[in-house]
């Protein structure tokens, strides 16, 4: 297990000696002291990336890609140890992370390995006697600052599609997480990337991840965490004008309609919320049901929520995991409170389980509270396995709820109606809509959203225009025409 910095090809120690402990949330044990990046280490991260640019970018888009290629089968032959570190590290159930986190991360950078030579340009036509074509041609180096909900998988997202682009990268994990983008980082050393064009800096979010953020000679950033801190990392790029991609929270609108399969709804729904103890940006986190429905659905979604096993990660069996802090436990556990002050009604869940084997974890039950769509736990990003529900009478009721947070990344809809699910689909104001199903992901698909939760795309080709930029080129091909503009 590799715990130190890793900056230009090699793991070395923070220069300031500085190292935090990382934490199992299962009991709360020291997994491993990490090495923390101090400014300092940033800039020789930076170093190392700028020297190593050249020849990275100028290398055949067809060799970048064969390397991601190998990463990603290296990351299957290493699937069992990486699926172990990160369930200790996060407290994800290791039979999501040997099934989804890890087969998604390998196909994360195997789709990008493809794509490296598939970025063409274009030729536009102008007036007569000119060729203009366009090249998309790397930013240089990028930063990218990552949080802990899915640091494995997040990896990829983020270093592949800017490999393959050709730029060179310096990352920072969360504090919480840091061993999976090590263990990352160690493989990419393993199967030959040249040494500066990944470096990978744990460290703490104000100190390394602002100044990524501000750094002159960071020519792009793109983050995943918090509304609060993407405005902060909006602010610290100005310096130097970089290119920022935002990929911030959510409050997952979940509508279900009267006439959907509920056995459909119940199962999808609970996938939506408590994979992943709900932390992630694009849980399905209100659910909005109509009323006809809402006593039978309520009655069948409360039931599967109490017979979910909620253990130690590392037990195959088990199907919900500790949250990944005991701060962030404790404040999923707060909004309880907040939703009974607003006269919210706790319908299951809503305290930590009474097993004496997880006392010492960061454990949360999983929790349907009856609230208001104007309420505070129906409108702020709880990040937990956490779900409001609210009822409706009229589509144009339950699309204005659903619309009704600043947020809009990632909304739900189940229904038998094809016209009303196209027609809803295109209302809401949501970078992703799943209909008859929720929270699917692919790599070949953009994600990304709108309003508090962001702008960018990751994924698809969509986010190889994030990690390039276009070149227009003129050139005058007829003698005959002036290459003035005749006076
Ligand atoms: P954030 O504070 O947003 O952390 C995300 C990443 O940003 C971490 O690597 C963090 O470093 C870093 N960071 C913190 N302050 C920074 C700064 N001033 N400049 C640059 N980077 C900085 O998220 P959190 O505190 O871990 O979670 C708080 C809430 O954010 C959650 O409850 C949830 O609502 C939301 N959240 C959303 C997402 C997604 S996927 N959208 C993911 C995580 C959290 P440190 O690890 O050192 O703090």
């Known amino acids: ?49 700028k020297k190593a640019f050249p020849a990275w970018s100028a290398m055949a888009a067809a060799d ?28 994800h159930p290791i039979r999501d992370t040997r099934n989804l ?38 930013v240089g180096v990028v930063g990218q600052v990552v949080p802990w909900n899915f640091p494995l998988m997040f990896t990829s997202w983020k270093m592949a599609p800017a490999l393959a682009a050709g730029n060179c990268v310096v990352m920072k994990p969360a504090e919480l997480t840091p061993l999976s983008s090590l263990a990352i980082a160690a493989l990419m050393a393993e199967v030959g990337f040249p040494a500066g064009v990944v470096n990978v800096l744990p460290g703490l979010g104000h100190v390394a991840g602002q100044y990524i953020a501000e750094h002159p000679e960071i020519s792009k950033v793109a983050f995943t965490g918090s509304t609060a801190v993407g405005r902060k990392i909006v602010q610290a790029s100005s310096g130097n004008l970089k290119k920022v991609q935002l990929e911030l929270g959510g409050k997952g609108a979940n509508i279900v309609y009267g006439d959907a399969n509920l056995d459909a709804v119940v ?34 979604f409360t039931s599967l929520a109490r017979s979910i096993r909620i253990g130690d ?24 409170d907040v939703a009974r002050e607003q006269g919210g009604r706790v319908l299951a869940g809503g305290k930590a389980p009474d097993a004496a084997a997880l006392a010492k974890g960061c454990y949360v039950e999983p929790t349907i509270v009856q609230a208001k769509p104007t309420d505070r736990v129906a409108q702020e990003e709880v990040f937990g396995p956490f779900v409001t529900v609210s009822t409706f009478r009229t589509d144009e009721e339950a699309l204005a709820i659903a ?42 698909s953009p994600f990304g959203g709108v309003g508090a939760s962001g702008y960018g795309r990751e994924m698809g080709f969509e986010v190889m225009r994030e990690y390039t930029q276009p070149k227009s080129v003129w050139v005058n091909v007829d003698a005959n025409i002036p290459p003035y503009y005749p006076r």
């Not at 900056?7 to 220069?15: E, H, K, M, N, S």
């Not at 890609?65 to 369930?87: F, P, T, V, W």
């Not at 996938?271 to 659905?297: K, P, T």
């Not at 590392?314 to 404790?330: K, W």
Request: charged letters at 20%.
């Open 1 to 49: 297990m590799q715990t130190q910095l890793f900056i230009d090809g090699r793991f070395v120690p923070a220069l300031s000696g500085a190292t935090l402990a990382t934490l199992n949330p299962h009991d709360n044990s020291e997994i491993a002291q990490v090495s923390m990046a101090g400014r300092e280490d940033v800039d020789r991260a930076v170093a190392a990336a």
């Open 64 to 91: 970048r890609g064969r390397l991601l290629l190998k990463l990603a089968d290296a990351i299957e032959a290493n699937a069992d140890a990486l699926a172990r570190l990160e369930s200790l590290d996060t407290g």
């Open 101 to 138: 986190d890890v087969p998604r991360t390998a196909a994360t950078f195997r789709y990008f390995g493809g794509m490296a030579d598939k970025v063409e340009g274009s030729v536009i036509p102008v007036e007569a006697g000119f060729l203009n074509y366009l090249t998309r041609e790397p």
């Open 267 to 300: 199962q999808g729904s609970a996938f939506g919320i408590f994979h992943n103890q709900g932390q992630a940006c694009i849980a399905a986190s209100r659910l909005i049901v109509h009323e006809s429905i809402a006593d039978d659905l309520l009655e069948r």
């Open 313 to 336: 990660p590392l037990d195959p069996s088990t199907e919900m995991g500790p949250l990944t802090s005991q701060m962030h436990r404790d404040r999923v556990l707060s909004y309880v």
């Open 403 to 444: 619309n009704g947070t600043e947020y809009g990344l990632g909304a739900g809809l189940w229904t038998r109606d094809l016209q009303r699910a196209h027609l809803v689909a295109r209302q809401l104001r949501s970078g992703m809509v799943w209909i008859n199903c929720y929270k699917r992901v692919s790599p070949a």
